[in-house]
């Protein structure tokens, strides 16, 4: 087993009944300035290199993002703020992300979620999230030879990545840390940092500024052994 074999598994799956029928009625109804489209409408996988030091962990697809593009945070706003972050940085060649064959690369660093398939409402149920979680076990166990640092987006996706990375088998600790943006915790050989979510709501109100969100990305690249621009 390896990435490819996963991300290919994980596009097939149908686990979920709610978010099968939610992801594929978007895609036949599609948003009007996406009429063109073809939309993807299946569970999308994660992106970037199989060797990535870091990597990004997010909610899920956004429905007229990833979930039209089959790309993580592709095609939305959310996604504009976090490639343009990793682009100053230094760790993506291009500072937007709007098709999955656009030519972007990312430099040591996989972006995923802990659910695959866009929610109704952005809201996928705890069972929804617990339903998926193997899929992120079994990526972060095939990561884990060169996984150093880990951003985690959000409060969900905080509560859905401690109890992966527990089945993946790293000592996470008892009681479960809390989230909060810019904490940092310890894992045995892996720095975890949590991170406000990239959402619309939080980058419209100043929640979360591109400034705060590179000062996450650069530290979690030093963590991880990457070269940053400055």
Request: charged share 20%; net charge positive.
């Amino acid at each position: 087993m390896n990435l490819s074999d996963l991300d290919h598994r994980i596009t097939g799956c149908r686990a979920c009944p709610r978010l099968v029928a939610w992801r594929e009625e978007v895609a036949r109804t599609k948003r009007a300035a996406f009429a063109d489209w073809t939309y993807w409408g299946r569970p999308v996988p994660g992106f970037g290199p199989a060797d990535a030091p870091l990597l990004i962990i997010g909610l899920a697809p956004a429905a007229h993002g990833a979930n039209r593009t089959g790309r993580m945070f592709t095609g939305d706003r959310s996604g504009d703020v976090l490639y343009e972050a990793l682009y100053d940085i230094g760790l993506a060649s291009q500072p937007t992300a709007v098709s999955a064959d656009d030519g972007l690369e990312l430099y040591g660093v996989r972006i995923t979620s802990p659910v695959r398939c866009a929610p109704p409402a952005n809201k996928p149920t705890p069972e929804e999230r617990d339903m998926c979680r193997s899929w992120l076990v079994e990526e972060l166990t095939l990561l884990r030879p060169t996984l150093k640092a880990v951003v985690v987006l959000g409060a969900f996706g905080w509560q859905a990545a401690l109890p992966a990375f527990a089945a993946a088998g790293w000592a996470v600790p008892r009681p479960r840390p809390a989230f909060g943006h810019g904490t940092h915790v310890p894992l045995d050989g892996l720095d975890l940092f949590g991170c406000f979510h990239v959402s619309q709501r939080n980058t419209f109100t100043g929640k979360l500024t591109p400034a705060m969100l590179r000062d996450v990305l650069r530290t979690a690249a030093g963590a991880a052994g990457l070269p940053t621009a400055p």
